[in-house]
């Protein structure tokens, strides 16, 4: 939570100000526009590669200058601003389509992020580039003040007393450009009145005085910024939401009488002063945090009383790759002793999630860095016995746990890998065929002979189109019977998918489904792998 307040506090700052200008110039519309540009330049730049925020400022500082290029006042400057915002969405519209047939399933978070803001999932990085825009944009804005209030209150004055009408207007817009940018990663880009136009809007009800109003008006965006940090890290709802409800009751009260308004806002910013951090457990156990229920069954297995542990994913219907933290996530990291995250890119989030939530003294378990596995490699780790008994051997050790993870190992894991031994018995090199990857680190250990094209599985895994090639071997083995069974994936049934599986039936050929977490969501780790095992001996034939 710490870096989304400090990076929440200097967004809103630069928000509040600029956005005092914003409504004063009656250019609500184009801080509108603008945050419809940040949706398409963040995928844009995304999809070319690029930092996701780079897009956002580059697009945005791009548009404000063709606006202040098409358009002058009134009429011709709507008119320019309608034209482009019209065009600039069509772009974001191809760029979503491109993205999301190009990348993995994890490409609707990032249009979710981007839309609506992912405040608690900010990086370090992010923090330092998005805070040091801000306090420049404040910085910049506090020069500029008082020719900018000139201009805004009486143009035709301004210009003849040689106030460089041209430049200045540019320069606003892109100070715009930058705020809105900036203020997309807090309530996205939906959501941008909240903090750009909502809080000046405030400040002009409560006072006429602009110095005055300019004050409020910052002072209003950090407090409806920081009560909505505060308000979703304890009530387990979006931040942006908060943040926006907050900002319209405080509209709503300003547009009441002084007093009970001043009275309002006071309560409100009462509110901004609650303690962050979350309550210690009293229960004396050690909190643990597993990102995937399926390493959160063995954590709680090996650490018995030791330990509490929650799981992050438990719902066998999400997607980890496409996962979006909540507040209660981050609640959750925040309070955690010991966190386990899978790595080598599978859950991104949950690493996102860690950096953004730093606690001193807590201890990290990722996976793939255990296993020696990076990012490109199949992550599927939970489906290799050999992995878990690493896993089990070093979550005990940093739990101080070695007997629980001893009787886990020999006991708990005993039918688990009596059927991997049945399996290797009875089958060894029987030829199998998969639909994905999350299949490939199984044959070795029961000695089956996987011949499904490598590049097939991942592209399934990854949610791309197999080569025309690897799909004509595919195809040629079900068609001719070169395998024995075909394992699918049934969270993951693309109509490639169902089409594979109606092939590999119609020739008689056995299909096992497996899942990628744990089916029933109850499960224990063992019981869930053990029964997808039997179903793959009983297809072999045993």
């Given at each position: 939570m710490r870096n989304a307040f400090i990076a929440g506090g200097c967004i809103a700052m630069a928000a509040g100000l600029v956005g005092y200008f914003v409504v004063l110039r009656n250019q609500v519309f184009t801080a509108d526009a603008l945050g419809h540009t940040a949706f398409t330049g963040s995928l844009g730049g995304v999809l070319a590669g690029f930092n996701l925020l780079a897009g956002a400022f580059a697009s945005c500082v791009a548009v404000a200058l063709a606006i202040g290029t098409l358009g002058?006042?009134?009429?011709?400057?709507?008119?320019?601003?309608?034209?482009?915002?019209?065009?600039?969405?069509?772009?974001?519209?191809?760029?979503?389509?491109?993205?999301?047939?190009?990348?993995?399933?994890?490409?609707?978070?990032?249009?979710?992020?981007?839309?609506?803001?992912?405040?608690?999932?900010?990086?370090?990085?992010?923090?330092?580039v998005t805070s040091a825009a801000a306090l420049a944009t404040c910085a910049v804005v506090a020069i500029v003040a008082r020719p900018l209030l000139f201009l805004s209150v009486d143009p035709d004055v301004a210009r003849?007393?040689?106030?460089?009408?041209?430049?200045?207007?540019?320069?606003?817009?892109?100070?715009?450009?930058?705020?809105?940018?900036?203020?997309?990663?807090?309530?996205?880009?939906?959501?941008?009145?909240?903090?750009?136009?909502?809080?000046?809007?405030?400040?002009?009800?409560?006072?006429?005085?602009?110095?005055?109003g300019l004050l409020l008006s910052a002072l209003i965006a950090v407090a409806v910024v920081w009560g909505g940090l505060v308000l979703s890290f304890y009530l387990s709802y979006p931040a942006s939401f908060f943040i926006t409800a907050l900002a319209f009751a405080g509209y709503l009260a300003s547009r009441l009488p002084r007093a009970t308004a001043l009275t309002m806002a006071a309560l409100l910013l009462c509110a901004c002063g609650l303690n962050g951090q979350p309550a210690a457990s009293g229960s004396g156990k050690l909190q643990v945090v597993a990102a995937e229920n399926f390493w959160g069954s063995i954590a709680s297995q090996v650490a018995g009383d030791r330990a509490q542990v929650t799981s992050i994913i438990v719902n066998p219907a999400t997607d980890p790759h496409d996962y979006e933290p909540t507040p209660s996530d981050a609640r959750a990291i925040a309070s955690a002793q010991y966190v386990i995250v899978n790595g080598a890119g599978y859950d991104a989030w949950a690493t996102k999630l860690l950096e953004a939530n730093p606690v001193s003294g807590r201890k990290v378990l990722t996976i793939g860095d255990l296993l020696g596995k990076r990012e490109g490699d199949n992550p599927?780790?939970?489906?290799?016995?050999?992995?878990?008994?690493?896993?089990?051997?070093?979550?005990?050790?940093?739990?101080?746990?070695?007997?629980?993870?001893?009787?886990?190992?020999?006991?708990?894991?005993?039918d688990y890998r009596?059927?991997?031994?049945?399996?290797?018995?009875?089958?060894?090199?029987?030829?199998?065929?998969?639909?994905e990857s999350i299949f490939a680190y199984l044959p070795q250990p029961t000695g089956l002979d996987l011949v499904t094209p490598p590049g097939y599985l991942n592209a399934i895994s990854e949610g791309g189109d197999p080569t025309a090639a690897d799909k004509a071997t595919v195809e040629n083995q079900i068609a001719n019977r070169l395998i024995q069974v075909l394992v699918f994936n049934s969270q993951n049934s693309t109509p490639e998918v169902q089409s594979l599986v109606g092939k590999a039936t119609a020739r008689g050929i056995p299909v096992v489904q497996i899942t990628e977490t744990m089916v029933p969501a109850s499960a224990t780790f063992q019981a869930w792998q053990t029964a997808q095992l039997r179903s793959l001996l009983h297809a072999l034939g045993d």
């Amino acid at each position: 939570m710490r870096n989304a307040f400090i990076a929440g506090g200097c967004i809103a700052m630069a928000a509040g100000l600029v956005g005092y200008f914003v409504v004063l110039r009656n250019q609500v519309f184009t801080a509108d526009a603008l945050g419809h540009t940040a949706f398409t330049g963040s995928l844009g730049g995304v999809l070319a590669g690029f930092n996701l925020l780079a897009g956002a400022f580059a697009s945005c500082v791009a548009v404000a200058l063709a606006i202040g290029t098409l358009g002058g006042r009134g009429r011709g400057r709507d008119v320019a601003i309608g034209t482009v915002f019209a065009w600039v969405l069509g772009v974001g519209v191809l760029f979503l389509s491109l993205y999301t047939t190009s990348r993995s399933a994890a490409s609707g978070a990032v249009g979710v992020s981007v839309l609506f803001g992912s405040i608690l999932s900010l990086q370090p990085q992010q923090v330092v580039v998005t805070s040091a825009a801000a306090l420049a944009t404040c910085a910049v804005v506090a020069i500029v003040a008082r020719p900018l209030l000139f201009l805004s209150v009486d143009p035709d004055v301004a210009r003849t007393r040689g106030v460089p009408v041209r430049a200045l207007t540019a320069l606003f817009l892109v100070l715009v450009a930058v705020t809105v940018a900036e203020s997309v990663q807090a309530v996205g880009a939906l959501l941008i009145f909240a903090l750009v136009v909502t809080p000046a809007a405030i400040a002009q009800n409560l006072s006429a005085r602009p110095w005055l109003g300019l004050l409020l008006s910052a002072l209003i965006a950090v407090a409806v910024v920081w009560g909505g940090l505060v308000l979703s890290f304890y009530l387990s709802y979006p931040a942006s939401f908060f943040i926006t409800a907050l900002a319209f009751a405080g509209y709503l009260a300003s547009r009441l009488p002084r007093a009970t308004a001043l009275t309002m806002a006071a309560l409100l910013l009462c509110a901004c002063g609650l303690n962050g951090q979350p309550a210690a457990s009293g229960s004396g156990k050690l909190q643990v945090v597993a990102a995937e229920n399926f390493w959160g069954s063995i954590a709680s297995q090996v650490a018995g009383d030791r330990a509490q542990v929650t799981s992050i994913i438990v719902n066998p219907a999400t997607d980890p790759h496409d996962y979006e933290p909540t507040p209660s996530d981050a609640r959750a990291i925040a309070s955690a002793q010991y966190v386990i995250v899978n790595g080598a890119g599978y859950d991104a989030w949950a690493t996102k999630l860690l950096e953004a939530n730093p606690v001193s003294g807590r201890k990290v378990l990722t996976i793939g860095d255990l296993l020696g596995k990076r990012e490109g490699d199949n992550p599927h780790f939970w489906y290799s016995a050999d992995y878990v008994s690493r896993v089990v051997d070093r979550i005990g050790a940093d739990l101080g746990a070695a007997g629980g993870a001893a009787r886990y190992r020999d006991v708990g894991l005993k039918d688990y890998r009596d059927t991997i031994d049945a399996i290797r018995q009875k089958h060894a090199g029987a030829k199998v065929g998969a639909t994905e990857s999350i299949f490939a680190y199984l044959p070795q250990p029961t000695g089956l002979d996987l011949v499904t094209p490598p590049g097939y599985l991942n592209a399934i895994s990854e949610g791309g189109d197999p080569t025309a090639a690897d799909k004509a071997t595919v195809e040629n083995q079900i068609a001719n019977r070169l395998i024995q069974v075909l394992v699918f994936n049934s969270q993951n049934s693309t109509p490639e998918v169902q089409s594979l599986v109606g092939k590999a039936t119609a020739r008689g050929i056995p299909v096992v489904q497996i899942t990628e977490t744990m089916v029933p969501a109850s499960a224990t780790f063992q019981a869930w792998q053990t029964a997808q095992l039997r179903s793959l001996l009983h297809a072999l034939g045993d």
